[in-house]
Nanobody
Framework: QVQLVESGGGSVQAGGSLRLSCAAS?????MAWFRQSPGEEREGVAA????????DYADSVKGRFTISQDNAKNTLYLQMNSLTPEDTAVYYC?????????????????WGQGTQVTVSS
């Protein structure tokens, strides 16, 4: 079992920044951030392959968001810059083993409870 606890959400004006944290009981092969807006499907935002620290991003956040890990703290981060109202969503941390696309939420075995991010114009 892997426990994931997100924190760091909040409200910010457009153009601002937030950093989300995900405290993990342990790392898995791949860990990611997803988000879900009301009435929308949950979508992959960014992922990191923890052994090699390889990262990948959704096109909508490339150049603005950065995913990283702190092995000493078993914590995953998502630094979000240049936020827009379209980034408003509940953000989830997720963990999975090898296999499958990182964007496929069905591949993930473990999920956090989510943290709300609200960006106002």
């Amino acid at each position: 079992q892997v426990q994931l606890v997100e924190s760091g959400g909040g409200s910010v004006q457009a153009g601002g920044s937030l950093r989300l944290s995900c405290a993990a009981s342990k790392y898995t092969y791949c860990m990611a951030w997803f988000r879900q807006s009301p009435g929308e499907e949950r979508e992959g935002v960014a992922a990191i392959y923890t052994s090699r620290r390889l990262t990948d991003y959704a096109d909508s956040v490339k150049g603005r968001f950065t995913i990283s890990q702190d092995n000493a703290k078993n914590t995953l981060y998502l630094q979000m810059n240049s936020l827009t109202p379209e980034d408003t969503a509940v953000y989830y941390c997720a963990a999975k083993g090898a296999g499958g696309s990182w964007k496929d939420l069905r591949a993930y075995n473990y999920w956090g409870q989510g943290t709300q991010v609200t960006v106002s114009s």
